[in-house]
């Protein structure tokens, strides 16, 4: 089955802007998670989505903000990009129940 | 606030060579510990959920037990394939979210 895809797969940006990262989840799953991963910080939660809904927000400022559509999919935007946003953006989807969190591979993102 | 601490950092063997990671975690209310492997460049890819002390789960090379304080992730005659981040997070409290740690960085040299 198609796991999470996550586009684009880099991103080079330059300070002061903005960005948009987009993730589809497994058909079916509607929970969608995102997570910062840097060498410094390692993974840390952004927020989680749950039928359009923001139901958990991770420790970020207000420059981080994502939304999710009708059909699951979920986009993040980082607005005034600062260096420090340079990282790996995780999405994560579940089902629900027991299941695990399925990753995406994943939008690098570097900010000059 | 709920805590998870990864040892070793690092960690190289000889294919062949057993020997366990380790994951300790302060937590309020489990809900599930994970394991997680993480190639260069890759999301982490699912391994193990486990939910109560006492359990014990296996897949392959990799043994994944709990107790009520930390976890450990036992990879028995391991080869170089097996080389990767193994990253321990857990789910505690109410919504979905995960609380990782740093993660043990493995090695396995021929």
């Known amino acids: 089955k198609a796991g999470v895809t996550q586009t684009p797969r880099y991103l080079i940006k330059t300070r002061g802007q903005q960005v948009t990262l987009s993730c589809s989840p497994i058909?079916?799953?509607?929970?969608v998670s995102w997570y910062q991963q840097t060498p410094g910080q390692g993974l840390q939660f952004l927020f989680e989505y749950f039928s359009e809904t923001q139901r958990n927000k991770g420790n970020f400022p207000g420059r981080f903000s994502g939304r999710q559509f009708s059909n699951s999919r979920s986009e993040m935007n980082v607005s005034t990009l600062e260096l420090g946003d340079s990282a790996l953006y995780l999405c994560a989807s579940m089902k629900g129940g027991t299941e695990g969190y399925t990753f995406g591979s994943g939008t690098r993102l570097t900010v000059v | 606030e709920d805590q998870v601490t990864q040892s070793p950092e690092a960690l190289r063997l000889q294919e062949g060579e057993s020997s366990s990671l380790n994951c300790s975690y302060t937590?309020?209310?489990?809900?599930?510990l994970f394991w997680y492997r993480q190639d260069p460049g890759k999301g982490p890819e699912f391994l193990f959920t486990l939910y109560s002390a006492g359990e014990e789960k296996e897949k392959e090379r990799l043994k994944a037990t709990l107790t009520k304080k930390e976890s450990f992730l036992h990879i028995t005659a391991p080869k170089p394939e097996d080389s990767a981040t193994y990253l321990c997070a857990v789910e505690a409290g109410g919504g979905n979210k995960l609380t990782f740690g740093t993660g043990t960085q493995l090695k396995v040299e021929l």
């Open positions: 058909s079916g799953h509607r929970s």
């Open positions: 937590v309020s209310g489990l809900r599930g």
